[in-house]
């Protein structure tokens, strides 16, 4: 349980924040709820069963991700964090850049993990991400992600570990492996087209900002 997901947003009395609920057996996410009380919208999902939407109005409906492919009709929401470092600041800025260079129709910086993950899975985002680590000691966790990665996948989207440690600037990304649970990131995208897009963006960011970290010493 994730009590308020998005404190800085409570904190300053902005409507973005959350409560998130997750059920997991054997390291399998069974039910996903994640529920904004400003907005009174609660998603929630269970395994093999689709994700849903009550809305304001008390009417449950089924959601799912957009058909969006390409980068170019996509818009994306991706998380600074906590990291105000020299050498997270350009990492993150390196990222960005690559994504708008693409031609992306817009960025947005939610501040909730748990709101980027049902935005995804309803069609109002089409990709959203946030990378961390445990050196680091940054990033979200399991109780932040595992509801949205079930209603991801029950609402069509895509979802798939992108975290990286220390100096490995491109690890492997298994596209046919999700989030890892015990991990410090998260990515999830509407559809697999969009998903290899934006993660080889990531990847071409993270070379850049290697490549800057090597000529300036940071």
Known sequence: IDPIDGTTYFVHQLKLSCVIISHIVDKTVRVGVIYDPMAKELFWATRGNGA??????????????????????????????????????????????????????????????????????????????????????????????????????????????ISSEGTNVNPIVDLNSSIDLMGRSFFCASTSELACKVLDVISHGRSKWAGSIINSGI
Not at 65 to 71: E, L, N, Q, V
Not at 88 to 99: A, L, P, T
Request: proline content about 4%; glycine content about 12%; overall charge neutral.
């Open 52 to 161: 849903f939407l009550r809305g304001q109005d008390g009417i449950t409906h089924p959601i799912s991700a957009s058909s969006t492919k390409t980068i170019e009709h996509a818009v994306i929401s991706m998380d600074p964090g906590y990291g105000r470092d020299p050498s997270g600041v350009r990492k993150f800025c390196d990222i960005q850049s690559e994504i708008l260079l693409r031609g992306v129709r817009n960025i947005r910086v939610l501040g909730s993990t748990g709101l980027n993950m049902a935005y995804v899975a309803c069609g109002r985002l089409d990709a959203a991400f946030e990378e961390g680590s445990w050196k680091s000691n940054r990033g979200p966790k399991i109780w932040d992600f595992a509801a949205g990665m079930l209603l991801i996948e029950e609402a069509g989207g895509k979802t798939h570990d």
